[in-house]
């Protein structure tokens, strides 16, 4: 605020609407736990359910084919 301050700070994520004031930072529990992306979804759902079920889509596909080949319904693929 001085006008003191030099450099480049990088800010990941929803960090930077935090350090502004603009959103609250998750509780503790969610930050040790890793479920930081949870309490944003349900904070912000209409403006991040896209991006995050994106990820939820390919991680439902991976893990169908590991159950399928687990149990012996699919055999697993190498390619060399």
């Known amino acids: 605020r001085d006008g003191r301050s ?3 700070g990088l800010c990941i994520g929803s960090s930077l609407s935090v350090l502004t004031g ?3 930072p998750a509780p503790d ?3 040790r ?3 930081v992306w949870l309490y944003r979804l349900v904070k ?3 403006r991040l ?3 995050y079920m994106r990820g939820f889509y390919g991680l439902g596909l991976g893990l169908r084919d590991t159950i399928a ?3 012996g319904l699919r055999r697993a693929t190498v390619d060399v």
Request: aromatic fraction near 10%; charged fraction near 40%.
């Open 6 to 8: 030099t450099g480049v």
């Open 22 to 24: 603009d959103s609250r």
């Open 29 to 31: 529990l969610m930050e």
């Open 33 to 35: 736990t890793g479920l």
């Open 44 to 46: 912000e759902p209409r």
């Open 49 to 51: 359910w896209r991006r």
């Open 69 to 71: 080949i687990r149990f």
